[in-house]
């Protein structure tokens, strides 16, 4: 194992295993990690990030110091990780059937809305926001992503607006307070469905705003067509063989000059995901590159007005989601176990090293559908 762990030596770390400690790198060491049992050869061959992570839920892979200091380190490195995509096709490259990828959906959305008020802002937005200055709360910063999206979409009174993967609806409520439109959300999750339901009925907004739970397939076959349309982080959820299917059915409720942004966790390159984070976090989940989303696009004259890398403002949104965690983290372990409480933390750290070092980006796309001369010819949000 310690052989196997040398070539991860870009940022030096000591491990600690048998009452022996082993310094990988050169230098002074910038975290440790000790082993309580060393792990298979095999398993790490197999998957190295499924032999850590596991390792890490159970509590045979500790941490000294600060968990996201210590990911930060080492995760810049995630190109020297193993992954056997044979022995593991079911898990990376699971089914794409709508039955499958509502379960998917499900299995990490509706682990209860008590679990996610704990950590999340206060609008429940459980998306990257925008940080206009150092010192923004989470909440100010999410308020400044929505009121961002909704100055990118240009939105005038009586327009109806799409939102796809609508969540508990935090964004349809203030374009229809706002911007007096009109809002139709889908979604697929049940408990996002039944949060998102209760907080229209409070707000008074039922004549104004629907939600429906509804796969992206099925939206052609809607009598809806929509003046403008968003989608915050759903397109994950969607897998490669189906960005065609899914912009598709985009253009089949865009009126002709509509105004799509598209708002997702995005990669340099094409690849099939890891495992660990597919068969604990997100199953099914496949982060599309920039490039591949743009290609597809010119297929339904979808014209790219603006992009834009939040890269840096996802990896401060989950260090402040990690912060919100832990202070809650005693409420969580008693409501979710000792194991889950370990599999959160991992991946909210993890996620936010990832995006530091660049393995991954969160890009925003404003795109409208044939040429648009009436729409503002600079950035003026």
């Known amino acids: 194992m310690i052989e196997f762990l040398k070539k991860f030596d870009e940022n030096p770390f000591c491990v600690e295993l048998k009452e022996k400690e082993y310094l990988i790198g050169e230098g002074e060491p910038k975290f440790k990690v000790k082993f309580k049992k060393e792990l298979s050869i095999t398993d790490l061959m197999q998957s190295t990030s499924l032999a850590l992570g596991e390792a890490y839920m159970r509590g045979d892979l500790i941490i000294e110091g600060d968990l996201y200091h210590a990911l930060d380190c080492f995760l810049g490195q995630m190109s020297k990780f193993q992954t056997d995509k044979k022995s593991l096709k079911k898990l990376i490259f699971s089914s794409n059937s709508k039955r499958n990828q509502k379960k998917e959906v499900s299995s990490h959305y509706d682990i209860g809305n008590d679990f996610y008020k704990l950590w999340l802002d206060d609008s429940l937005s459980y998306s990257c926001a925008y940080f206009k200055n150092d010192t923004d709360s989470l909440n100010e910063a999410q308020q400044n992503k929505i009121e961002r999206i909704l100055k990118k979409l240009d939105l005038k009174p009586g327009m109806k607006l799409l939102d796809i993967g609508c969540g508990w609806g935090s964004l349809l409520i203030q374009a229809v307070k706002e911007y007096n439109v009109t809002g139709q959300g889908i979604t697929l999750s049940q408990e996002q469905y039944n949060g998102f339901t209760k907080r229209i009925k409070e707000e008074g907004l039922t004549s104004q705003i629907s939600v429906k739970i509804l796969d992206y397939r099925d939206l052609q076959k809607q009598n809806w067509q929509f003046d403008r349309i968003v989608s915050v982080g759903m397109i994950e959820h969607v897998g490669r063989d189906n960005y065609d299917l899914f912009l598709s059915n985009v253009n089949s409720v865009l009126k002709p000059q509509g105004i799509f942004l598209l708002h997702y966790i995005s990669a340099l390159k094409e690849y099939p995901g890891d495992a660990w984070i597919k068969k604990y976090i997100f199953p099914g989940g496949m982060v599309p590159s920039l490039r591949e989303i743009i290609h597809i696009c010119a297929e339904y004259n979808f014209y790219t007005l603006d992009v834009e890398s939040l890269r ?49 980006d969160l890009h925003q796309i404003l795109i409208s559908k044939g040429i648009n001369n009436d729409f503002p010819m600079t950035r003026w949000y």
């Open 312 to 360: 840096r403002h996802y990896n401060k949104t989950l260090l402040h989601w990690y912060h919100n965690f832990n202070e809650h983290r005693n409420e969580i372990e008693i409501m979710m176990g000792t194991e889950f409480t370990r599999m959160w933390e991992l991946y909210l750290c993890a996620c936010a090293a990832t995006f530091h070092n660049g393995i991954i």
